[in-house]
């Protein structure tokens, strides 16, 4: 009994194990990356600078990551194998956010911390959903501040 235990556990520790890595971000070349994806990003971004390929399963759904260089600025691109963009995560300077998004972070306590990188998301599905990523530096923590285009918080905080 104590045998058939010890394998029952040990195959329960495998397989958690086997999930996790699927889930997980796999770095890639571009040859290795869908023409679709390449041809879609291409085609949205055609003065930028593909500069890193990466593919990620999550829930069993598999999406490309593309890292641009655009305008100066970093951007990420999520695309799913068929080409269709689904989001892009843009690095933007803290004065380009819109007023209401500085007025929300400036009133909750996290003002007092440093900010250490701002991006604008944007997701492509039936709408186009707008949000800004904050991440504040308070005492040895970093928190993951995510705000509407209208100010409000609508995540809480997620310690790095």
Do not use: C
């Amino acid at each position: 009994m104590k045998t058939r235990m010890l394998v029952t556990v040990a195959m329960i520790t495998a397989l958690t194990a086997l999930n996790a890595k699927a889930d997980e971000e796999q770095k890639l070349k571009r040859s290795e990356v869908p023409a679709a994806v390449i041809k879609a990003v291409s085609a949205k971004y055609p003065k930028a600078k593909m500069t890193g390929f990466s593919r990620e399963t999550e829930d069993g759904v598999t999406k490309y990551e593309v890292q641009l260089q655009l305008d100066g600025a970093n951007a990420d691109v999520d695309v799913s194998p068929q080409g269709k963009i689904l989001e892009e995560e843009r690095t933007i300077p803290f004065d380009s956010l819109p007023p209401a998004v500085k007025k929300g972070f400036a009133s909750s306590h996290y003002a007092k911390g440093k900010v250490e990188k701002v991006e604008k998301s944007t997701k492509f599905g039936n709408t186009v959903e707008i949000s800004y990523e904050l991440l504040v530096r308070l005492g040895d923590k970093t928190h993951e501040l995510l705000f509407s285009p209208a100010g409000k918080r609508i995540q809480g905080e997620d310690e790095k």
